[in-house]
Nanobody, 125 residues
Framework: QVRLVESGGGLVQAGSSLRLSCAASGRTVSSYAMGWFRQAPGKEREFVARISRSGGTTVYADSAKGRFTMSRDNAKNTVYLQMNSLKPEDTAVYYC??????????????????WGQGTQVTVSS
């Protein structure tokens, strides 16, 4: 089992950048495909980005393409989400998740086995 702890959220102005971190403990993060999801008030949780075990493959939601970059440092047991050109519609709680699935693009929340507690990102206009 792995424990995930997100950090790096905050209140920023539109156009700013933030880097979210997800630190894993209990088991090496290299055992999992990792994903970022977000949930805005009154909305369902939605996929943001996913990275393969090796870090060689990433997948992004259309809303994240060109602005967000997901990366991982298996030596530090940490994954990151660099978010640039933030918009008010990016406001949400961002969750890190780990998937044991060895197949597929892992864009659905049900494909993930472990979740962090989330970190709030608020983008003001």
């Amino acid at each position: 089992q792995v424990r995930l702890v997100e950090s790096g959220g905050g209140l920023v102005q539109a156009g700013s950048s933030l880097r979210l971190s997800c630190a894993a403990s209990g088991r090496t993060v290299s055992s999992y495909a990792m994903g970022w999801f977000r949930q805005a008030p009154g909305k369902e949780r939605e996929f943001v980005a996913r990275i393969s075990r090796s870090g060689g493959t990433t997948v992004y939601a259309d809303s994240a393409k060109g602005r967000f970059t997901m990366s991982r440092d298996n030596a530090k047991n940490t994954v990151y989400l660099q978010m640039n050109s933030l918009k008010p519609e990016d406001t949400a709680v961002y969750y890190c998740a780990a998937s044991t699935s060895a197949t597929g693009w892992n864009t659905k929340s049900w494909e993930y086995d472990y979740w962090g507690q989330g970190t709030q990102v608020t983008v003001s206009s």
